[in-house]
């Protein structure tokens, strides 16, 4: 067996002597007899490292790791840098705990304060959380946020990514929320159907930019809607789309939130990504989550704390403002590495290429025969072909590339596509030509 | 300094190649007009800047960590060598399964592993952490009484030395809260609980969640009987699995009467925690609870391993599938040690721990006057603070000039100047001689020269700071000019 406990068997023994037991069974004293597990645990036998790393390296074989990736759907191929992942992996921010203990807990502080910084200036929000664990509860929890006494019932594009949809439900179905969906129409929210839905139990509404098919809402109006009815606005934005495209304070929201992940971390089948959520400055007293303030010593120094605890759980117990502990430091500290490297104009050219790309796609595709869904996209975009969308997909897998989104199961036929700074010309119009031998057969 | 006041305009990384299409630009309605503040760095600098940050924080590897309830035990490299395999991290979440079959596997294994070691039949791991997990734990019981059309069971019994998360994470399921007060010993008072679950608001009773060991490190010796007593009115039993490290291999949830539970991969599977995370907080349940897990399950078919909704599927907890890698890590860990390995570790982590509790009790008194403690023990400073003024906090402190991770402080509740000790089982005897000997000298210090400990810590970066300003005048990012 495989063990990292390092006290030998003698010394055991002599420790348990010197604290007056005669077997380690003795420590378990307490414990019931009925509910003492008899034959041990049903599980194999334990290993070496070096044979843990062959049973993984077997099983991680079994997943195929396409040479080109052309599907979005909230989780984005990005290219990320060396520095990022060198910084990651440095094993004292590793392996360190939720900075309580401040005075030897500066750098993980400081860390989280310079994110917070970095994600105000993302989204031009006031102030920032130091992260919740992904888009779809930073979406959830933003929601719950919002709701007053008088006002119970949030409104959420059919435009949102279906899975923070869905747990935007789940959270509501918690916390007893009404929640109505506002319907789409034309691939972006029916702004018309919106204001017939708005009341004034209504605690928020609730959209996502660029939405789940790629396009740019008319968030300006829908913001104006939403606070003629009083309700707070939410938005859910792409960060790297943050480098070109106006930013959520410019429309007006009371709240962004959305996935981290573009930012400097791996697809990994779906985690670990981060939530960013930042908010008016109105609004600070009551954000989930932690948040890092500066101050100073007793020798006047300047130093970070974790503050305005007063609205968590440890401190509140069932009167605060969420649940949340553990959020996703690691990943947060990686946002900072990633941002930091990038830099302004880095940002700005990775979402230029984004969308640079996928134009120069979605016109390729419409010239091989597809019909590209109207309206202003950022990098993702819907087709629709006069065949099934498997047919295609599965000619591309033959060649090693991930397709779009199959949006209507094996029958349907369109597509959701996503370009980043990854794909290149050349592997884009690998993909044009493979599907004009599918259209041409 | 800030790494925003390292910046210098015209600074930066190389990083992209130029754009090899026509550049596309979105309309000016749609376009940024804020400026964007993001540091201008040399690749040298901010490598620089992150390791300064590393040099300003504490880890496992640099020392003792014995922060109680939250099991610091030793991260193994080799978890982030196979966490790290590009396998692993280059998939797209939406592939086709047939090209996720490894994935899948890892998550079928590990699952099997928690049931083996809790007796539950299945788990989601959806949840990425652990007050996550007893979010999902609670709407899989709300889900179950509605599905029973025990529509008014709103009620969640919470012992008053559990974790905040639990009475917070009632509330975001919808529940109300009863606080239940412990017993002299600090386990559940179970003439207390028969009262409330055979009286009146007995048909109210959603439940009970319960940490066993509980947060004072004690095995609860009447956990059939309380596990009952919930059962005998209606309700469903939640186990917080904070406390696991103590009893693998020697007693599963499942055999006490608990109907689901969520563990902290993070803590019990030696995941590191990242600063705050990501760790990870997967829950397990008896099959009348599996039906309404939330996300999608792995199930074997033709051969092939795939994904199914529940029939009764309580919705999603967060997008796809959890934090995936977090899972690798600890699938990587209960691999190597096995069975044998695994039921050592628990033995192990309770040993060390009333090790250091019959050594420190010469001087410190520990709370509940325990004998014999599981994982973790409290000691209780009350006295101490009285005869020399010197606090639980002052001791912590003190502790940080020795570079040791002072335990948890001030938790649980019920006692008043706690420090909640827990070594884990990866600690040696020299390392948990060493410690005690620098307790023994701090509880000197208390008598000889309490200002010395008043002031401490004296060698870190900073010393104490000063947390009512900061909430008070709350600067929360920095103000570019």
Known sequence: MGTFVPNTKAQQQEMLREIGLGSSD???????????????????????????????????????????VFRGAGAYRHYVPATVNAVMSNETLQ????????????????????????????????????????????????????????RNKAL?????????????????????????????????????ALQGMLDDTVACVLIQQPNYYGRLEDAQAIGEMAHAAKAKYIMSVNPISLGVLKTPAEYGADVAVGDGQPLGLPMAFGGPYLGFMASTDAMKRKLPGRIVGQTTDTKGRTGYVLTLQAREQHIRREKASSNICSNQALCALAVGVYLSTLGPEGLREAAVQCTSKAHYMAGELAKAGLTVEEGEFFHEFVTKADVPAARILDALQEKGILGGLPLDGDEGSRILWCCTEMNTKKDIDEVVAVIKEVLAC | ??????????????????????????????????????????????????TQLAAKAHGVNDGFYPLGSCTMKYNPRVNEQTASMSKFTHVHPLQPLDTLQGSLQVLQETEKALNAITGMSRFTFQPAAGAHGEFTGLLLIKAYHLANGDTQRTKIIVPDSAHGTNPASAVMAGMSVINTASDERGCVDVEKLRQICEGEEGKEIAGLMLTNPNTAGLFDP????????????????????????????????????????????HKTFSTPHGGGGPGAGPVGCKEHLAKFLPGLVTEE?????????????????????????????ALTYIKMLGAEGIAAASENAVLNANYMMAKLRDKYDIAFDTKICMHEFVMDLSRLLKETGVSAMDIA?????????????YFPLTVHEAL????????????????????????????????????????TPVSRLDEVGAARHPVLRYAFE
Do not use: W
């Open chain 2, 1 to 50: 300094m800030l790494i925003f006041e390292k910046s210098r305009e015209g600074r930066g990384c190389s990083i992209l190649p130029p754009c090899d299409v026509e550049v596309y630009e979105a309309a000016p309605e749609f376009s940024r007009q804020k400026p964007l503040h993001l540091p201008q760095m040399a690749e040298v600098d901010i490598e620089r800047h992150y």
């Open chain 2, 420 to 459: 909640m000790v827990e070594p884990t089982e990866t600690e040696s005897r020299e390392t948990l001689d060493e410690a005690i000997q620098v307790l023994e000298g701090l509880y000197d210090l208390a008598f000889s020269d309490p200002e010395a400990l008043h002031d401490a810590p004296h060698t």
């Open chain 2, 301 to 329: 078919k033709d051969g092939k391993l795939v994904f199914v909704k529940p029939e009764q599927s309580l919705g999603e907890m967060k997008n796809f599938y959890g934090n995936f890698l977090v899972v690798v890590k």
């Open chain 1, 26 to 68: 003795e420590l378990f004293a307490d414990v019931p007899d009925q509910v003492r597990l008899k034959n041990g645990l049903d599980l194999p036998e334990g290993m070496s490292e070096m044979e843990v790393l062959r049973s993984m390296a077997e099983i991680a074989a079994k997943n195929r790791v396409f040479r080109s």
């Open chain 2, 222 to 265: 009447n956990i059939l009987e309380i596990t009952e007593i919930i059962h005998g009115c209606g309700g469903q039993v939640y186990y917080d699995g904070a406390n696991l490290n103590a009893i693998m291999g020697v007693a599963r949830p499942g055999d006490m009467g608990f109907d689901c539970v969520h563990l902290n991969l």
């Open chain 2, 397 to 409: 402190k003190g502790l940080l000039d020795h570079g040791i991770h002072p335990p948890t402080m």
């Open chain 1, 95 to 150: 392996t360190a705990y939720t900075p309580y203990q401040a005075e030897i807990s500066q750098g993980v502080l400081q860390s989280i304060f310079e994110y917070q910084t970095m994600i105000c200036e993302l989204t031009g929000m006031d102030v920032s959380n130091a992260s919740v664990y992904d888009g779809g509860t930073a979406a959830a929890e933003a929601v719950a946020l919002c709701r007053e006494r008088k």
């Open chain 1, 156 to 192: 959420v594009s059919a435009c949102v990514q279906p899975g923070v949809l869905d747990v935007i439900r789940t959270y509501c179905f918690g916390n007893n929320m009404e929640l109505e969906v506002i319907p789409a129409r034309d691939g972006v929210t029916d702004a018309q």
